[in-house]
């Protein structure tokens, strides 16, 4: 019987296949293309409405690579979110990696690196849903050092989006909710809502390098 590690390792691979060529970056270009962005990315503690009541999540920090993938997943229509369809659709390809590597870099000088094992250990309960998920073999030991850049860094997200995310990978016939990804469709089938929200609620309060970065009038 094929390993947990090795399905993985295969389904990783099928994912770096299949991202979207890879464009020039402009940090700069793309500090200048954030003004769509700001309004609830900008705002710390923002919290959204529809499609579901969660905070936005903090992309400051962000790895590029992931960014760039989620963005092309919204316009593309593979994740189902009204919102963001919208603001993906209006972007290129270039805007996307411009944005990406803006918010990269985006409140640099605030993050503290992470120790390689997290600090706070989970309970024996939390500790075996993540292991049944495999979790930290694609996001790494910490949760912030994911093996593959297109994979995000989960570390300090906003645990009541984390685990709004987890649920959309599990959702199917909502127009306005959901997320088609093989791999984490088909690891969120194995969990209960609640215990979702158990390994969410462990991975937000871990220290991580995300960051909301207010804009002067936000603040």
Same mark, same amino acid.
């Given at each position: ?10 389904? /990783? ?42 905070? #936005? *999540? ?8 992931? &960014? ?13 979110? *009204?919102?963001?369809?919208? &603001?993906?659709?209006? /972007? =290129? ?50 949760? =912030?050092?994911? &093996? ?34 093989? &791999?984490?469709?088909?690891? #969120? ?13 462990? /991975? ?16």
């Amino acid at each position: 019987m094929m390993s947990k590690a090795f399905t993985l390792l295969l389904a /990783l691979t099928a994912v770096l296949f299949a991202l979207p060529a890879a464009h020039a970056q402009d940090a700069a270009a793309g500090a200048k293309k954030a003004a769509m962005c700001i309004g609830c990315h900008g705002i710390a503690g923002y919290q959204s409405s529809f499609p579901e009541i969660a905070k #936005v *999540p903090m992309i400051s920090g962000q790895g590029a690579a992931y &960014i760039t993938a989620s963005l092309a997943a919204y316009k593309k229509g593979e994740r189902r979110h *009204p919102t963001m369809r919208a &603001i993906a659709t209006s /972007l =290129s390809d270039t805007d996307m990696a411009d944005l990406a590597a803006y918010y990269q870099q985006h409140g640099a000088s605030m993050i503290k690196p992470v120790a390689d094992t997290p600090a706070a250990q989970p309970s024996a309960e939390v500790a075996a849903l993540l292991a049944k998920g495999a979790c930290a073999s694609c996001h790494g030991a910490n949760y =912030s050092k994911p &093996i593959a850049p297109a994979y995000p860094k989960l570390a300090g997200q906003h645990a009541d989006y984390l685990a709004s995310a987890l649920r959309a990978y599990g959702t199917t016939g909502n127009p306005n909710v959901g997320r088609a990804n093989a &791999i984490m469709s088909a690891q #969120v089938k194995q969990f209960k809502p609640s215990e979702l929200k158990a390994m969410a609620a462990y /991975l937000g309060a871990l220290p991580g390098e995300l960051r909301t970065v207010p804009q002067p009038k936000f603040k």
